[in-house]
């Protein structure tokens, strides 16, 4: 079975620092793998999506994570973290015979620090 | 373009009692999700429907909860009766299977009493 592992569920920078938040899944097959945010009391909101086109995956907000196949991580970057920035952030993976069907890891808690 | 659509935000009930939540997906989206997501945890499908049909339900617990998605539109989802474990935000999401890429609503935070 397909599953998301995110390594970290607090990670705290301090403002204009770089931001890493690590994903890795376990899966088989190509997947389509996603990054949504989740402010309080608020829906998740996509950042970017990995499909297969190119590995380097610009988003919203300056957000942009790389696919690595071999490694079968797709780890979030942001050079320079902002106040904004801090909410909970959650990967997603698709594909294979869950299709259609998003299997989430267990999320980030960013706090960022002036 | 009107995003997806939950009502109540927020409901607070006793155990026992019944509730029901409601979701209007993104207009021309057949595909439709509700999800449940517990406290710091990810969220977790429930029930996955394509137009009317449910063609993934497994994880949803029938003894109590309930799903229908009459015309194909919107959905309504049922919990009866509540128990104290069933306190989480529950969240509808919809697409049209482009990239598998899924919107989803704002949710509707349960506490049962």
């Known amino acids: 079975a397909q599953s998301v592992t995110q390594l970290g569920s607090h990670v705290s920078v301090s403002e204009g620092a770089l931001v890493l938040l690590r994903c890795n899944y376990s899966s088989s097959v190509p997947p389509y793998l996603f990054w949504y945010v989740q402010y309080p009391n608020q829906g998740l909101q996509l950042l970017l999506k990995y499909t297969s086109a190119a590995t380097l995956v610009k988003g919203i907000n300056g957000f942009e994570a790389e696919f690595k196949k071999s490694e079968t991580s797709f780890h979030l970057t942001k050079p320079s973290a902002h106040m904004s920035d801090a909410a909970e952030y959650f990967c997603?993976?698709?594909?294979?015979?869950?299709?259609?069907?998003?299997?989430f890891g267990q999320g980030t808690i960013l706090t960022v620090h002036p | 373009e009107a995003g997806v659509v939950q009502s109540p935000r927020y409901k607070i009930i006793e155990k026992k009692q019944p509730v029901a939540f409601w979701c209007n997906p993104i207009s021309g989206h057949n595909t439709l999700y509700w999800y449940r997501q517990n406290l710091g945890q990810g969220p977790e499908l429930l029930i996955r429907y394509e137009n009317e049909e449910a063609v993934d339900d497994s994880q949803l617990p029938k003894d109590r909860f309930s799903a229908e998605r009459l015309k194909g539109v919107d959905s309504t989802l049922k919990i009866q009766p509540a128990e104290l474990g069933d306190s989480a935000v529950y969240l509808c999401?919809?697409?049209?299977?482009?990239?598998?890429?899924?919107?989803f609503g704002p949710g509707t935070r349960l506490t049962v009493l």
């Open positions: 997603a993976y698709a594909g294979g015979t869950s299709y259609g069907k998003l299997t």
């Open positions: 999401a919809s697409t049209t299977f482009v990239d598998n890429e899924q919107f």
